[in-house]
Nanobody, 120 residues
């Protein structure tokens, strides 16, 4: 059973960089054909895809966030990390990490989500 767990600060000040880490257990982030994604949901809005890093380490990022976003990984810890720079109150959301099965193109495992507030 694959499990994902987000961790990071719940409160970030405007203009700072938000860093969230997803720790994966029950499966390796280098296993072929799985992509590891970050998705967020702002208050009273739908899910927004941020980006993902593939089993091979390639990243794909949302065009609307690409200039402020990076995703990295630590294979020794089986973790991947989101960095979102220059945050504003519009970046406040519940942030989820999830696994994408690239064959079925469906998200089959999700973390529980972590609330991020942007405030001074």
């Amino acid at each position: 059973q694959v499990q994902l767990q987000e961790s990071g600060p719940g409160l970030v000040k405007p203009s700072q960089t938000l860093s969230l880490t997803c720790t994966v257990s029950g499966g390796s982030i280098t296993t072929n054909y799985y992509y590891w994604a970050w998705i967020r949901q702002p208050p009273v809005k739908g899910l927004e895809w941020i980006g993902y890093i593939t089993y091979a380490g390639t990243t794909y990022l949302s065009p609307s966030l690409r200039s402020r976003t990076s995703i990295s990984r630590d294979t020794s810890k089986n973790q991947f990390t989101l960095h979102l720079s220059s945050v504003t109150p519009e970046d406040a959301a519940v942030y989820y990490c999830a696994r994408l099965n690239s064959f079925e193109y469906e998200y089959d495992y999700w973390g529980q989500g972590t609330q991020v507030t942007v405030s001074s």
